[in-house]
């Protein structure tokens, strides 16, 4: 019964070719999250969005987008990877009301190969 | 900024306890997290506390905070081969929106 769905668990691509990851929910959570995670290190985030308003961190590179059609998926592009972007790729999200924040609920991840 | 610091690994016999240890210096920390992430897969929430308590059990796992000196842990009794996973600390500060800071992540090995 997974929670945060995360398409496809493995996705290869060129160096310089566009790629989308996706991710999708059953929990209907107002929030939404991507992190990279580089192994043996912590998750990074890239991004999030509060419903359909998008809040980039200030470290995450202009080569990452991101998209929230609806409240049940959100989309992760990457429009020209680089070797360094090869990481596993993790979307959570969580439930905020006015000063309730829910924990973060994680999906499987993408693991993201540059060839 | 938010800085979260654990040991990279532990290593236990199966059936002893466990005790994973995690510093952090926000002090206006709201909430502290406790995630597992098995090889190849996303992070799982395993319990969590709010700032406002010292300790929270659930089943194996017990969760002490001490806030004065910013330290939060992990226990896990009767620790199985099943435990073996990279556990993260996490924390959310207070304010602003919803970041959360993880820690670098401690390698548990349980030795059969």
């Known amino acids: 019964d997974a929670m945060v769905i995360q398409n496809p668990r493995y996705q290869v691509t060129q160096f310089g070719k566009p790629v989308t990851l996706s991710c999708s929910q059953t929990?209907?959570?107002?929030?939404m999250y991507w992190y990279q995670q580089k192994s043996s290190q912590a998750p990074k985030l890239l991004f999030h969005?509060?419903?359909?308003?998008?809040?980039n961190e200030a470290d995450t590179p202009d080569n990452f987008q991101s998209r929230r059609p609806n409240t049940s998926f959100c989309f992760l592009d990457i429009r020209s990877p680089g070797l360094g972007d090869a990481a596993m790729y993790l979307c959570?999200?969580?439930?905020?009301?006015?000063?309730?924040?829910?924990?973060?609920?994680f999906g499987d991840g993408t693991r993201l190969s540059i060839l | 900024g938010e800085d979260v610091e654990q040991s990279l690994f532990l290593s236990v016999r199966e059936g002893d306890s466990s005790v994973i240890n995690c510093t952090y210096t926000?002090?206006?920390?709201?909430?502290l997290y406790w995630y597992k992430q098995e090889p190849g897969a996303g992070l799982q929430l395993l319990t969590y506390?709010?700032?406002?308590?010292d300790m929270k059990q659930d089943q194996r796992l017990t969760v002490l905070l001490n806030k004065k000196d910013k330290h939060l842990s992990l226990r896990i009794a009767d620790t199985q081969t099943g435990d073996s996973a990279i556990y993260f600390c996490?924390?959310?500060?207070?304010?602003?929106?919803?970041?959360?800071?993880f820690g670098t992540g401690t390698k548990l090995q349980v030795i059969p």
């Open positions: 959570a999200t969580s439930q905020t009301t006015g000063t309730v924040n829910q924990p973060q609920h």
């Open positions: 929990l209907n959570h107002n929030v």
């Open positions: 969005y509060y419903d359909k308003d998008f809040n």
């Open positions: 926000d002090s206006s920390s709201t909430y």
């Open positions: 506390i709010f700032s406002n308590m």
């Open positions: 996490a924390e959310r500060a207070s304010g602003g929106y919803q970041k959360v800071t």
